[in-house]
């Protein structure tokens, strides 16, 4: 398929939503896109899907979109992957925008290829880095061998240029215009779907109780250093009213689940505090937390790297040293109420 990629132009951004809730990812998608139009001259474009969501539409305006397209339809509540991918699919083939940016998160992942392969895109997946070359083209990063190494990927003979973005990697965009401006940038586009043109049916929703870190103020990690016993970590994280995360290492012991990972193979946390405690900060761990306000590493090894990330640093067994920070935690607590 020959096309001409002179005919595409802007940033765009998909603002994922359920039930009227915007995704955090979707404002921090907004925000690099920001960035990316900026840099290429062209507008940002925010792209909103579902039923009752125009005031998502203008929240993307007001957050530094330049206009919002909004297609507002029950067939696209709750999500489907079928009428999400064949509309953006549809604005894709008639806007042409040259760049589109979608949250790394399920829904994400599940409808970007929907689009992407009909329309002949180049689709890079986890992105943890966004930039342009010289040329306007989009220079994606990733993790890969494990995250042993980092690859750039370009696309410079399709369009658009798509790529999913883990979530946690880049600060949200805040609201900088008011209401009014921002609901005058809004379009509502024609709708191409249909529900009896949708196979699926969602029968129930079933929402995971395993909390999402990315959102924690306070992160409490573990490492190899736990030897199996996360007691500590949990009861540290439970006192301080943070979460509990952990390094690869732990996690492929099986002594955390999966969604806890903190690094280039797990979950970018961006908190106020973050503890590592037993952790030697390889640094496929430090990409995923290095962007935390404030870090005290816990480890018995004096020489451990991620003394050198660390704004307090204690050399000492995490199981002698987090018992002893929860007791004075929850003193000072008792001694407050």
Known sequence: MTIDIDDYRDVWVFVEQHEGDAAPVSWELLSKGRELADETGESLIALVMGDGVSHLAEEAVARGADHALLADDPVFEPYRADPYGEQFRALVEERKPSIVLIGGTHTGRDFAGRVAVPAHAGLTADCTELAVDDEGLLLASRPTFGGDAMATIKCPSHRPQMATVRAGVFDASEATKDDVDAAAAVEEVNVVVTEEDTLSTVIERVVSDVVDITDADVVVAGGAGAEGDFEPIVELAEALGGEVAASRAAVDEGW??????????????????????????????????????????????????????????????????????????????????
Do not use: C, W
């Open 256 to 337: 955390v689940e999966p969604a806890r990972q903190v690094g280039q193979t797990g979950k970018t946390v961006r908190p106020h505090l973050y503890i590592a405690a037993g952790i030697s900060g390889a640094v496929q761990h430090l990409e995923g937390m290095n962007d935390s306000d404030y870090v005290v590493a816990v480890n018995t090894d004096p020489n451990a790297a991620i003394f050198e990330h660390a704004d307090y640093g204690i050399v000492g067994d995490l199981h002698e040293v987090l018992p002893a920070l929860t007791a004075m935690i929850r003193e000072k607590q008792e001694v407050a109420v």
